[in-house]
């Protein structure tokens, strides 16, 4: 993917009163490298995928409450948006190329705003918790092969991810297809500790996808992998806020 100089731009700063003294998310451009204020690839480092599912808070919530042992240890917020091919307008939508500069910053905009405030909740949870948190966003059109690339570029070694019920009850049956899974079916999955949460309690979703297909090995399965480029998606890191 090419970087685009007018995409992403800095966050300005908003009212104390409204952050609630918590960390501002800002967005900035970061092609697997750490910002350099934190340790990205420590190996007690926790990373949690994060959504708009309720899934994603149960996660956080369990990382909280098993993993973070330590006051050394650092918690990364992973969430990937889509990529934006498409600025709505009145009479419809157009694609980036088509919409004027003005159209493509007001959207831009509005959706880190969204992100901002998605986001905001589950550093809220993390700050009432007094963990250490930082925000890696990441624009891909694949959730499970940007956080696969992830894992390679970071050297992520443990990562917790939410599943619903719905889903973990497919992946039982063969017929899932849910993030966690293809994680797991991944390459990735071999250099890292994936922990998945269901309802708040940790599932054995390996055991369950090789229960649901006998004919195959677990390193079976995960010769199953796809080339991919680990730079193939550009990833942001927020900027913990300082006193001056």
Known sequence: MQRRSNEIEEEEEEEDGRRGGLESVRESHMEGRSSGTVSMNGEDNVYVGVGKGDSSMEALRWTIDNLMTSSS???FLIHVFPETRFIPYPLGRLTREKASQEQVETFMSQERE??????LKFLQACSASKVKVETILVESDSVPKAIQDLITILNIKKLVLGIDKSNARKAKSTKGNSVPEQIMRSSASELCEVKVICQGKEIKM???????SPSKSPSEQRLKKKDHDPFGCICFISKPKTNS
């Open 114 to 119: 969204k992100r901002r405030t998605l986001l």
């Open 206 to 212: 390996e055991e369950t996808m090789v229960a649901s």
């Open 73 to 75: 240890t650092l918690l």
